[in-house]
């Protein structure tokens, strides 16, 4: 569900790679890194959405949110280190529309901005869902769920990140840097292991058939092993 996304985050490469993501998933993207400017892009109209960090060097984060909420409705998805779950609270009674903390998943933030703006615009001119293995498997980036056969698959953000990863291109193969970097935005020491722990997770969930679906190429990586319906 494409929209015109403004990014507010005074970290440039955060910001970037936040912008990045966005624009992969399809969003027109304005980004700054200034709170004074965010309210004047507010004010000209046109912004659907606004990812917004609410530790601002020149204006503070919640007077931004405030300027989306006033007259505007603009929602809001706020990224910040603020983790205290008073700090969640007070965003969330103050007109936020979604809460992510540093750090955090890329992937899952773009997935939640597709969800807001899919909840905002009342679900009109939804993406399709994607199917794969003759309609077994169906992922629905919009609702963010995956259903194998007629089951909902509980999966973390890190799962669901990886499964919609290898989607992508079903088939492909992706070695476990590409997968970390696409679910989390960055390398980290232990990245193989921590990749292979998550896929033995989401293939139990998957069930008998989750060996198939994720294939191992070894000394490569992992694949979609089912084909995507036409």
Do not use: Q
């Amino acid at each position: 569900m494409p929209g015109t996304v403004l990014v507010v985050e005074d970290d440039r490469e955060l910001r970037e790679l936040v912008r990045r993501y966005l624009e992969r998933a399809g969003h027109a993207v304005h980004s700054t890194g200034s709170g004074a400017e965010a309210i004047g892009v507010l004010a000209g109209g046109g912004v659907e959405l606004m990812v917004l960090d609410l530790g601002l060097p020149d204006v503070d984060g919640l007077d931004v949110l405030a300027a989306a909420r006033d007259g505007r409705e603009v929602p809001v998805v706020v990224l910040t280190a603020r983790a205290a779950v008073e700090d969640r609270i007070d965003g969330l009674r103050r007109g936020a529309d979604d809460y992510v903390t540093k750090p955090f998943s890329p992937t899952e933030l773009a997935l939640r901005v597709d969800a807001v703006l899919h909840r905002t615009r009342g679900g009109a001119a939804a993406s399709p869902a994607a199917t794969f293995g003759g309609a077994r498997l169906r992922l629905d980036e919009a609702r963010h769920e995956a259903v194998l056969d007629v089951d909902r698959l509980d999966l973390t953000p890190t799962e669901w990140g990886l499964l919609t990863a290898l989607a992508t291109v079903p088939g492909r193969v992706y070695s476990r840097y590409e997968l970390i970097n696409r679910i989390r935005g960055y390398e980290f020491p232990g990245y193989e292991r921590t990749v292979d722990s998550h896929v033995k997770n989401l293939r139990r969930k998957l069930g008998p058939d989750g060996v198939r679906i994720v294939e191992t190429v070894l000394g490569v990586g992992y694949r979609l092993g089912w084909s995507r319906d036409h």
